[in-house]
């Protein structure tokens, strides 16, 4: 009896878990076809493989999401549609461009833009930054997700991000981390200057709190020789990108 009981409660939360994920595929490719993204924005979009990617995070149309250093907004237009309902999208630092182009278009509105209070400098590197030690403001996040951003900054500055995101994740939270590839310690050059290692990424993660709980080698590139800098006409579009999840513990 208590046998069947468990395989009934498994098999519900099985089937629940499918019907979000379905839910967040409607959701996201709707997004996809919107008309607000830009020809350059759908040009990316076999390479980034987005929904893919949000899955493997494990995004659900009911969580309460954080993007951090949004950018340009690539991932705020998929999303915000797809929390929009049920969910919530914040954005904190390197927002300006969503909250001038993007929040202001129908749709959109109930992004939350948080403004913690920080300092950006040089970083002990060449053409690297720092952010000083800060507080998002906003906690009881499900999920903090960064693509493409902790190069740019030096080991403290990472350090700093690491563990804001710590402390305003749930417990059993995740922080999803992509970035390009570097190979692992190789010494900082010009040309790797956009990449970062992924030990380096997963260490430094573990030491502010962190679990590892997954990876991914969905944006796995085999012809990226990981030896020239990610702007260059014969990379760009194809770098190796490193998948990471992170889990807050319980």
Known sequence: MKQ?????????ITASVAAEETKLAALVNGALESEVRTEAERDRDANRKPLKTLEFFGITPDMKVLELIP????????????LKDEGEL?????????????????????????????????????????IDEFDLGEKGFDAVLTFRNMHNFDAPGRNNINKAVF???K????YGVIDHTRRHMEPFTAE??????PVTIIKEALDAGFELANYSDLHYKADDELRFEVGRKSVTGNTDRFTLLFRKPK
Do not use: C, M
């Not at 950018?71 to 797809?82: D, E, I, Q, R, V």
């Not at 417990?171 to 995740?174: A, F, L, M, Y």
């Not at 790797?192 to 290692?197: E, F, H, K, P, T």
């Open 90 to 130: 914040y954005v904190a630092i390197g927002t300006t461009r969503v909250k001038e182009k993007l929040i202001p278009v129908k749709g959109f509105e109930s992004i939350k833009v948080l403004e913690p209070k920080f300092e950006v400098s040089d970083g002990n590197q060449p053409r690297l930054r720092t």
């Open 192 to 197: 790797n200057r956009r990449r970062a290692d």
């Open 167 to 169: 402390k305003a994740l």
């Open 4 to 12: 069947t009981i468990l395989f009934i409660f498994s098999f519900f």
């Open 71 to 82: 950018g340009g907004g690539w991932y705020t237009k998929l999303l915000a549609p797809a």
């Open 171 to 174: 417990r059993g939270g995740v």
